[in-house]
């Protein structure tokens, strides 16, 4: 029992620690996997009939959710950003649907959307990530230089 604890005290300090080196596409990435990872444990949690940890995961991974529509730049490609964040909304409806109804299947559907964003995501390369962090670099110097 106290190793288990041990573990997972050291996981949350690990992502902790991630999360303050991270730059702004890891960040992304941290955020999916805790979404998936918060929905899996829900969906076990509904299996094993813990409906409070079910509550718990599932509020977690919406939040996580809106902490990735919050990130969205809506300057940069709209279109694109109205498209996720219309997944993003929809993601939740399905999580609360699942939440009361104890669906599984929904569970396992919004975790594959999950999972098709992010292996989209992974796959950006460092060129392009780059590319991308020195054009907000010289916007936002232009910004202080006006």
Known sequence: ???????????????KSDLASADPHRVIQLLMHGAIERLALGKGCIER???????????RAIEI?????DALDRDVNPELVDN???LYDYMIVR?????????CAVI?????????????????SEAS????????????????NA
Do not use: C, H
């Open 84 to 86: 996720l964040d219309g």
């Open 1 to 15: 029992m106290y190793a288990k604890k041990g573990i997972q005290a050291y996981k949350k300090d690990s992502i």
């Open 65 to 69: 959710i809106n902490a990735l529509r």
């Open 129 to 144: 990530k780059q590319e991308a962090y020195n054009s907000e670099s010289q916007e936002r110097a232009g910004a202080i």
């Open 49 to 59: 009939a813990d409906w409070g940890g079910k509550g718990e995961a599932f509020t």
């Open 108 to 124: 396992d559907q919004v975790i594959g959307l999950l999972l098709q964003i992010k292996g989209a995501w992974d796959q950006i």
């Open 95 to 103: 999580i609360n649907e699942a939440s009361v109804s104890k669906d």
